[in-house]
């Protein structure tokens, strides 16, 4: 009886990701993807939660720091002044001087969540009206803000599952995929209600 039991479970669990996989195949045919967005450019501010010192970030903040895009802000967001990621972030900054970047200290006192605490941190000092939030293993392409852009000038509100972007190496793919298979899922079982990704853009 109680292999059967395991069996089932682990049919539907079977059943889950294969429907995922396909409507993850499905996002991907349809996305559409230009080498430069002709929409508006409007100022964006992005935020970026750091924590800790992950491989490879270094080089993810120096790549979101040099943006294809003419009015934007990039604030890193850290709760302890002691966290490694804060020299790592001013590093960043010191190798791309011209852009326009600061370290955001603290949290929001009402937030649970420690991620969501700090970006809510960072939210209250934002300059701009659009807010991308991203997570700082994202290594973007230059176009990335443009992309985000060329998303919201249709939309209050606008994310991207992990894979869109690339992530390096093979278990950071095969992660990333198992990650698009339930975020699209989710989004579709809710009907739209529901945003979760590496980015999120909001108007």
Not at 53 to 62: C, F, H, K
Not at 120 to 146: N, Q
Not at 156 to 166: M, R, T
């Amino acid at each position: 009886m109680i292999g059967w039991v395991v069996l089932g479970i682990a049919g539907v669990a079977l059943l889950r990701q294969i429907l995922g996989l396909a409507c993850l195949a499905r996002y991907l045919r349809r996305a559409k993807v230009a080498s430069i967005p002709k929409g508006e450019t409007p100022p964006i501010s992005l935020l970026k939660p750091l924590y800790g010192e992950d491989p490879g970030v270094l080089a993810n903040l120096e790549a979101t720091l040099r943006q294809n895009y003419p009015d934007f802000e990039v604030l890193f967001l850290h709760e302890r002044q002691d966290d490694p990621a804060a020299a790592i972030a001013d590093e960043a900054m010191a190798r791309v001087p011209h852009a326009a970047a600061r370290r955001i200290l603290g949290r929001d006192p009402e937030a649970k969540n420690p991620k969501v605490a700090v970006v809510l941190r960072g939210e209250a000092v934002a300059k701009h009206g659009i807010v991308a939030v991203a997570d700082s293993d994202m290594r973007p392409d230059p176009l990335y803000l443009r992309d985000i852009a060329n998303g919201l000038a249709d939309a209050d509100a606008v994310s991207f599952v992990p894979v869109v972007f690339g992530m390096g190496g093979l278990w950071a793919r095969l992660g990333g995929l198992l990650f698009d298979t339930e975020a699209v899922l989710t989004v579709l079982l809710r009907r739209g209600n529901a945003m979760t990704g590496a980015t999120v853009g909001i108007r």
